[in-house]
């Protein structure tokens, strides 16, 4: 399928929100995510496509992706970089079960690491806009306060928000250091019933997976949806 690049937002010096105009309406589920097909030359050994957590609610007509960029990124980021307003993309309709239970009642555990939080905000956005409260605690680890995002998607919803930071300067009075599986079993508490969400780099949340799930987690109470460096 097609779409147009509408806009770009700047979000900080090296992360960007891509609003994207599909040739037709994209029916999707929260926390879904689409591949993105850009053509480039020459083409590193990462390949022209990439996948991309949707971070908007299903009910907008545009597809929304936020993502980072870096000084040595690969062939795809800096040809995705190059990208401007009226640039047509190509891409796989959204896909994945990274997405919200039916049984409402359930307790969910929303756990992410740097920009893993973008499936998040596509299911809080979809929450509020439906009225529909479930009982959501989010954990959230970031290098710098600085780099906690989009906080007005969270407001107004009642979710428990638990903020680490790993390299805090003085005015951070907050948790601080990094985030492992043990770490993680004392923020969530009693875990029965409860439905984990892990989102965020590879190299951290697939060991925090594997140590779940060593520490007898069942995976039936754990979802995952991990990038790698890209």
């Known amino acids: ?71 040595n990124g690969s062939s795809y980021k800096k040809a995705l970089q190059g990208l401007v307003p009226g640039a047509d993309v190509t891409f796989k309709e959204p896909m994945g079960d990274f997405v919200l239970p039916k049984d409402l009642t359930i307790p969910l555990v929303f756990v992410a690491a740097g920009l893993g939080t973008m499936p ?50 003085n005015s951070w009075a907050g948790a601080v250091g990094r985030l492992d599986a043990p770490r993680l079993l004392e923020f969530i508490g009693p875990i029965e019933n409860k439905l984990v969400y892990l989102a965020g780099p590879q190299s951290l949340i697939e060991p925090m997976f594997n140590n779940l799930l060593a520490a007898g987690i069942p995976r039936s109470q754990l979802l995952l949806d991990y990038y790698p460096g890209y």
Request: aromatic share 14%.
């Open 1 to 71: 399928m097609r779409a147009t690049v509408t806009h770009i937002e700047k979000v900080t010096a090296s992360i960007y929100t891509y609003w994207l105009q599909p040739e037709r309406r994209v029916r999707f589920d929260a926390g879904q995510f689409i591949e993105i097909y850009i053509p480039h030359n020459p083409v590193d050994n990462r390949g022209d496509w990439r996948e991309f957590s949707l971070s908007s609610s299903p009910s907008e007509a545009e597809l929304s992706i936020t993502t980072n960029f870096f000084e």
């Open 120 to 169: 998040y905000i596509s299911m809080v956005k979809w929450l509020k806009e439906r009225g529909e409260q479930r009982p959501i605690q989010l954990i959230h680890s970031v290098s710098r306060a600085s780099d906690f995002l989009f906080n007005d998607v969270w407001q107004g919803y009642n979710l428990e928000f638990m903020p680490i930071v790993t390299r805090p300067d």
